[in-house]
């Protein structure tokens, strides 16, 4: 057996793209073949100097990827990331603490960079606390039980003035980048969009892993012809023994940049002859579906999970580019276990703006870099995490008023897994 000792870690070579897309699948527990189609495409955004592959002599037994994303803070800033994905070992060479050198590697080189925070979506959820990072968001799923809803069965399209209308391909790839800019500016936990997210999601790049089932669009303009939704789903064909329809329509993406487009996109798909269910996808978990149904019971949850995962690495720069709803001090003593955020932190914040600063007072609260991980974004309270034991009060009252300061009132959502 070779040694940790034995195993190099380092960012790979073009040529040794195909080996690592192997090592990756792999790990993943897919065929590991690669074809010259996965090569071709994936050699079009992996950044080789951020892709980190782990070697037992030629053989590649780890595979990490990071790249520059950016992710919205409360108050709608776009806050430098460094995005991680494709996080893998191979099975021989588990628990030898390959992925603890992959990270430590790439979290010390985003630092030197000057990126603000870090991300992920974490596959398991012990994994990678134990790096500093913190859930930050959480995704929701519903199923809607449509007979149940309560919906009127003559609904004939908004009765706003606007209208919803299916569109092609070629439509959304012209208007949905666009629509999604304005929903990311003001939805923290957002990240941005890469023009290959949007040729996937309409089939413009095939990819032979996945293969393309073309959907359904539709897109909500108002009474000015302005867009300000989109909507992406499929529909399964499934009848009954009676031959009642049972369709289920899923959705795969909807993004609405006014209330008016939300509510008349999610009335369409639950309003769909045939379609008896309609599965929400991963949305945000104070979305406002349920209660756009006259009986919101009708809408069951059937997923909800950690989703945005957000290491801090720089704790001034991620407390001053967020808002704050009302004024107030904290101090903050940040413990590190990987030392890239450790300090005592002053933060003076008010709806004017915020300024944050090392200091020397005494803090209120002691936290790991984890847990301000997962306050960051607004979604996590101080005192919940205080009684579970993941922050501490040094002044009595200090959780309240970190509630206080940061959490908001609609809650943060990333609609995309990366
Ligand atoms: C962002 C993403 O890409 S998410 C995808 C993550 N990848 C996967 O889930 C694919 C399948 N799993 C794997 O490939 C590997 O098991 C990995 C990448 C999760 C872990 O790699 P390893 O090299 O085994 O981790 P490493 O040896 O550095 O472990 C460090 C510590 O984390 C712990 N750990 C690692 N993975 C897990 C896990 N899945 N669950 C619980 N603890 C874990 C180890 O026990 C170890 O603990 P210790 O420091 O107390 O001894």
Redesign the pocket.
Known sequence: MSSRHDIDVRPIRADEIPDWIRAMNT??LRPPSVSEAEIADRSTYIVPGRTLGAFDGDRCV?TFRSFAQEVTAVGGAAVRADA????????T?????????MMAQDLAAARDRGDTVAT?????Y???G?YGFGAATTAAEWTVDVPRAGLDPRWAGPGDGGRVDLVDGDEVRKTGPGLHERLRRSQPGAIDRSERWWQTATGALLLDRAPWTEPFHALYRTADGEPEGLLTYTVDDRWGDAKQPQQTAKVKDLVAVSPAAERALWHHVCSIDWVTAVRTGWRAPDDLLPHLLPDPRAAAITTQADWLWIRILDVVAALEARTYASAGVLVLEVTDPDGLSRGRYRLDASPEGASCTPTTEEAGLVLPVASLGSLWLGDESAVRLAALGRVREVRAGAALSADALLRTSRRPWCPDMF
């Open positions: 790990g993943f780890g991680i994905s494709n996080v893998t070992v191979t099975s060479h588990r628990r030898r603490g390959v992925l603890t050198r992920l979506i974490a596959a398991e012990p994994i990678y134990r």
